[in-house]
């Protein structure tokens, strides 16, 4: 998919009724609009109660549905400031980019076992819980975007590479997650 040159999107929301845009635009007295070239898919939800929250630094935004039992600015900051340096390592410059973490996509691939396994053995706090999910879930859209083209044919790839960064991350900011192995019972004290 090539870029179109220039476009000029608005839409306009009924009353009580938020537009949640998967790109970043101007959003006045219930009317939202973007002018410019559309580099990759565009969704935007409409929802009738607002429950999205921005986290913003100064050079990215994340707009989120998933991070509603918390609200922490310091913590924000440190997740975003660890976003950045990982996804410039592997995607290049991310700067002024807004990125939709909703809850929707992620539950197309869950973290398999997170909410059983993890949190049964040793509690993960909510915040830590939602850096995986939203790190996930950002590694999913952004590996997806480089396949814009032909992704029903490059899905495989594109599954294993984004599975393949999300482990490198976890492994590098949660060594515990990863270095876990079972505890093991000497038989003689079970006797």
Not at 25 to 34: A, H, I, N, R, T
Not at 142 to 166: C, E, M, T
């Amino acid at each position: 998919m090539h870029p179109i040159q220039r476009l000029h999107f608005r839409f306009v929301s009924p009353e009580n009724y938020t537009i949640i845009p998967s790109a970043k635009g101007d959003e006045q007295e219930g009317c939202w609009s973007m002018s410019g070239a559309l580099k990759h898919n565009f969704n935007f939800y409409l929802k009738k109660d607002h429950d999205f929250r921005v986290i913003a630094s100064s050079s990215f935004e994340i707009r989120t549905d998933m991070a509603n039992d918390f609200e922490n600015e310091v913590y924000d900051q440190e997740i975003m400031r660890r976003f950045q340096a990982y996804l410039e390592r592997y995607f290049g410059n991310i700067s002024d980019q807004y990125f939709l973490v909703d809850s929707a996509f992620y539950e197309q691939q869950p973290i398999v076992g997170f909410d059983v396994l993890l949190n049964t053995l040793k509690p993960i706090p909510k915040h830590e819980q939602f850096e995986l999910k939203s790190i996930q879930t950002l590694l999913r859209k952004l590996v997806q975007s480089k396949f814009p083209g032909n992704f029903r044919q490059s899905k495989w790839i594109a599954d294993g590479l984004s599975h393949y960064l999300f482990m490198r991350y976890v492994k590098s900011i949660f060594p515990i997650i990863i270095d876990w192995k079972p505890i093991t019972i000497p038989f003689d004290i079970i006797l």
